[in-house]
């Protein structure tokens, strides 16, 4: 099959020709429809997470397809079943996995960094609850579910417990995730929902999914938000971006018991004490989303689904939507399809 491969020494994919992986034992064989493009993924290419990464490796970590192969002991999925698959499979057994949390399961792998990934026809998933049904969505556009629409979902039911009707919530970066965070604020809570980015086109993107308000960070979009939340601030901010000015921003915008969640992989950091944040403000950090949320996801699209702008891309063009990505100019998911339609690919 064809795969795009990381290869030690470098921050381009290679595309390569490697054998089919053959299903044993609890393993699942998906058929990649769509991989999305992420910005964790330039994070890996650029080696940022080289204590993890095992290279050579097949990136691609957001990935939607039919089920094409079973192991004779995977059950509870049937073969040509449309799948969105999980971004973090957990041992199974340890504390974090038998509570309900295997994205944070410590021998755990992960598809496109230390597991190969999407960015090829086919990717091979340990076990059959790491995939989750469609039902009558497109694989296509479920691509987006497994990392933006999930870590979304989990970034809002973390600051659900923070907002009333009155209050108001900003969301710092509208690229993807920021988009499906809107749209589930908006969808299960009542709160305001306050949404700013460096890009028109993002800021523009925010106001159609569903933000109240939607901002251009143009330096001064701080003292902009205060004069819409006047001066009880914030009761929550996600931070998507997670730079020192964006964590900086999210500090002066949460107001006093509010609470600040970070999502974003830019490497920022917080000063930490009294002086520095409201009273009794809560700072969390969100890794992914859990297995339920990824289920719940899935139930709220199928409902009530966000059309995101995808720009696809054949698997040869896999660096040219990479380098799309880093140059900002994608407004809704970048997704590399493994298979061209040329092809016959019927999904
Ligand atoms: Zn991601
Ligand atoms: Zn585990």
Redesign the pocket.
Same mark, same amino acid.
């Not at 992420?38 to 993924?41: E, G, L, T, V």
């Given at each position: 099959m064809r795969a795009a491969r990381l290869l030690p020494g470098t921050s381009l994919l290679t595309l390569a020709d490697v054998p089919q992986p053959q299903p044993v034992d609890d393993q699942v064989l998906v058929r990649v429809v769509g991989a999305?493009v $992420? @910005?964790?993924?330039l994070h890996v290419l650029d080696g940022d997470f080289e204590h993890l990464v095992q290279r050579p490796v097949t990136p691609g @970590?957001?990935i939607a397809g039919v089920v094409h192969a079973l192991g004779p002991q995977a059950h509870g999925i049937d073969v040509g079943t449309p799948v969105v698959v999980m971004?973090g499979w957990g041992c199974g057994v340890c504390l974090w996995c038998t509570t309900g949390h295997e994205q944070l399961c410590r021998s755990g792998r992960e598809a496109g960094s230390t597991a190969d990934g999407g960015f090829a026809e086919f990717v091979l998933v340990p076990h059959a609850r790491h995939v989750v049904p469609l039902g009558s969505i497109a694989p296509l556009d479920a691509t987006p579910f497994? $990392? *933006?629409a999930l $870590?979304a979902f989990a970034a809002v039911q973390r600051v659900l417990p923070w907002l009333s009707s009155s209050d108001c919530v900003t969301v710092i970066g509208a690229g993807g995730?920021g988009q499906y965070a809107i749209h589930y604020l908006r969808t299960l809570s009542d709160a305001r929902v306050i949404a700013v980015d460096r890009r028109d086109t993002a800021v523009a993107r925010a106001l159609d999914v569903g933000a109240h308000h939607a901002l251009l960070a143009d330096g001064v979009e701080a003292s902009a938000i205060a004069s819409l939340t006047g001066p009880e601030g914030c009761r929550a901010v996600i931070d998507f971006v997670g730079s020192d000015h964006t964590l900086t921003l999210a500090a002066t915008l949460a107001g006093t018991r509010g609470v600040i969640a970070l999502l974003g992989l830019a490497g920022g950091t917080l000063a930490y004490g009294f002086e520095s944040l409201a009273p009794e403000v809560t700072l969390t950090t969100v890794v *992914?989303g859990t297995l339920a949320d990824l289920h719940n996801v899935v139930r709220l699209e199928q409902r009530d689904p966000l059309a995101i702008p995808l720009t696809t891309y054949p698997l040869d063009h896999v660096n040219r939507a990479l380098a799309d990505l880093r140059a900002g100019v994608i407004t809704g998911r970048a997704v590399v399809l493994p298979r061209s339609m040329e092809r016959g690919d019927d999904s």
């Open positions: 999305g $992420c @910005h964790s993924d @970590h957001e971004v497994g $990392c *933006a $870590c995730l *992914a």
